[in-house]
């Protein structure tokens, strides 16, 4: 355990009042109703948060079968009639250079009338942007939402052959795309090689100059409300792993998991700020947006997350006195090689999020030693495929170091072995046994659900099973231990590669590692191990690596090969690409390479 919550902190959670609400005691109980009593369990929560929307009729049809099962078929909810009025704020802007630019509610909602009613107008209802995290990309999504349209977005840095590839797929009435873009020195334009045959609008700098393109007639009426399943955005895939997926999600399954997930499970209230560093083509960036229903300002970041010296977001934590920080567990590796530099007054700060990738032991040691020692550090993990969290936060339980807290509110998440058993406290495959709420409604272009039902189900029929290898333990804690097509099996034996990254990359020398498994004829991986270090000595490092290795695993975990490399390939949102470094190691084809952050990085991979 590295942090217990104060009793005053308890006693003021979301989740303790949520608790005495229902009148149950423990969040262990409180997990099990709601498994057990789904429908009192959603209805409790929409009661709870003051959640606005006709929920009448049924629950849930079609339960027994994971791929038409929906939920709330009757229903109507409006996203933006939840949006929280609140003084001061609702969203903060600061772009590259660190100019800001606010927006009331008021002011947003008049954005958001002004823009969905040009939309309707027009007749447009598929609505594709391309645009970093700027104030228009949050706009068009919320007009998206008030007219009920279907809306996707990609970052311009993905690279033309991805947006014009996910702009095919999606089939938009219309294109919103950012006229120029630099990352990292980089320089994009995403509109010179655009192909679309329909209306582009072109985006400047100026987001007043942007707004004042749309006439201001307001004829839409933004609180309207559209039945519970409408589809409400195509999220896709990053592609490093085969041909990128357009996942379907629905806008009330997003209304009350978000809800649930930021009000109870994270305790976001009125009057806190939000920072998620996310890019737009990570749902990170769609989940941030909850915020706004919670009563939270929200910080939209569009620059460099680290600069000369690293630590961009940790000044933005600190000037703009953050109370709600998320982040990915590999910038949070990173800032832990840099804890010399920390000088840091974080008094507002209440809690870290973290997601991506597991967050390894050393880095809890970072936070509480360096961040702020009675810090909630909320390691969470979901993903694009839920637009949500199978497991999460709790503020009323203490916090330990390497684990995820609580599986998710009505998500009947279990940890099964290869013949489909519950298992506890040994690895296995992380499942959804129920279909739940935040279930996407299909893959875009998949109209016998074949790709659908290929990808989460063809390993257990009819449970989910989402691809993360995880340990459950008795007291409901858990632990990812990374990708479960990623998990290797030296010697027979199956190993998940976040044991090797906590003890490795704790190592001072040890900038950052990646390791990979090279097929031998027997079936079995010799691990191969990549390092990036600042040691001028390679050999003494490597020896370094071995001995810890030794000492803190077994001898199954040993690389049979440790090279150096320059860097770690990324994709764009910073998570490692162990599968993409293994197919490549194995000479198989790799795909997605324009959604790598630094793809010439993979020549450095080759052993030949």
């Known amino acids: 355990m590295v942090f217990k919550p104060s009793v005053e902190k308890i006693l003021s959670s979301n989740f303790k009042r949520f608790l005495d609400y229902v009148n149950i005691e423990s969040p262990s109980q409180l997990y099990d109703w709601s498994i057990s009593e789904p429908r009192n369990f959603w209805q409790a929560v929409i009661n709870f948060l003051g959640l ?33 009025q609140k003084t001061g704020p609702a969203v903060v802007y600061i772009g590259p250079s ?52 279907t809306f996707s977005i990609v970052s311009p840095e993905t690279g033309s052959a991805i947006i014009n590839s996910r702009i095919q797929e999606f089939a938009p009435d219309i294109v919103f ?29 100026n987001f007043f100059g942007n707004m004042d393109n749309f006439d201001k007639n307001r004829e839409v009426d933004i609180f309207q409300r559209f039945p519970f399943n409408t589809e409400m955005a195509v999220l896709f895939t990053s592609g490093t792993t085969g041909k990128p997926k357009g996942i379907r999600h629905s806008l009330g399954s997003f209304l009350l998991e978000n809800s649930k997930e930021l009000a109870i499970h994270l305790d976001i209230k009125d009057g ?115 637009l949500g969290c199978f497991v999460l936060g709790c503020p ?33 495959e992380l499942c ?53 097509d990623a998990t290797l099996k030296p010697g027979g034996v199956r190993i998940g590669t976040s044991e090797i990254y906590n003890v490795v990359e704790s190592l001072p020398e040890v900038i950052e590692c990646i390791v990979a498994g090279r097929k031998r004829d027997d079936g079995d991986d010799d691990l191969v191990m990549f390092v990036v270090t600042s040691s001028q000595d390679f050999e003494a490092v490597k020896n370094k690596i071995l001995q810890v290795i030794k000492a803190k695993l077994s001898p199954f975990h040993l690389p049979k090969i440790i090279k150096r490399v320059s860097a770690i390939p990324k994709t764009k949102n910073n998570k ?33």
């Not at 990292?184 to 072109?202: D, M, S, T």
Request: glycine residues 8%.
């Open 98 to 149: 660190f100019k800001k630019i606010k927006l009331s509610i008021d002011e947003l909602f008049d954005y958001i009338q002004v823009v969905a009613s040009w939309l309707l107008r027009k007749k447009y209802r598929r609505i594709f942007c391309v645009c970093s995290n700027r104030p228009e990309a949050l706009v068009f999504f919320l007009a998206s939402l008030a007219m009920g349209g």
């Open 177 to 205: 795309v950012q006229n120029y873009f630099e990352f990292r020195g980089i320089k994009f334009n995403p509109v010179e090689e655009l192909n679309f045959q329909g209306e582009v609008v072109i985006l400047s700098d």
């Open 272 to 386: 806190d700020k939000l920072f998620y560093y996310t890019s737009t083509s990570w749902m990170m960036w769609y989940w941030m947006i909850g915020g706004l229903l919670r009563g939270a300002t929200i910080f939209l970041f569009d620059g460099d997350p680290l600069g000369e010296d690293k630590l961009n977001l940790w000044k933005i934590v600190e000037q703009e006195e953050i109370t709600f920080f998320g982040t990915s567990a590999k910038h949070i590796s990173i800032s832990a090689k840099l804890e010399e530099k920390f000088n840091f007054n974080f008094n507002s700060l209440k809690a870290v999020i973290s997601t991506g990738s597991p967050l390894l032991d050393y880095c809890f040691d970072f936070v509480y030693d360096k961040v702020k020692g009675d810090v909630y550090l909320y390691s969470i993990s979901g993903g694009t495929d839920i």
């Open 396 to 428: 009323i339980l203490p916090i330990k170091k390497g684990c995820l807290q609580l599986r998710s509110l009505g998500y009947d998440v279990a940890v099964l072995d290869e013949a489909g058993n519950n298992i506890i406290s040994k690895e296995g």
């Open 576 to 608: 490692p690409v162990e599968l993409v470094v293994s197919r490549y190691l194995n000479g198989q084809e790799v795909s997605g390479f324009e959604t790598l952050d630094n793809p010439d990085l993979l020549k450095e991979f080759s052993l030949s």
């Open 52 to 84: 606005k929307g006709n929920f009448a009729g049924e629950f849930l049809v079609n339960e027994s079968d994971f791929v038409e099962a929906r939920f709330f078929p009757d229903a109507e909810v409006s996203f933006i009639e939840n949006i929280k």
């Open 432 to 484: 959804c046994l129920k279909p739940f709420l935040s279930k996407p409604l299909g893959f875009l272009n998949d109209t016998d659900n074949q790709r659908f039902l290929n990808t989460y189900f063809c390993k257990y029929p009819n449970l989910w099973a989402h691809g993360d290898w995880a340990i459950l333990y008795e007291d409901g804690y858990m632990k990812i231990l990374g990708r479960s």
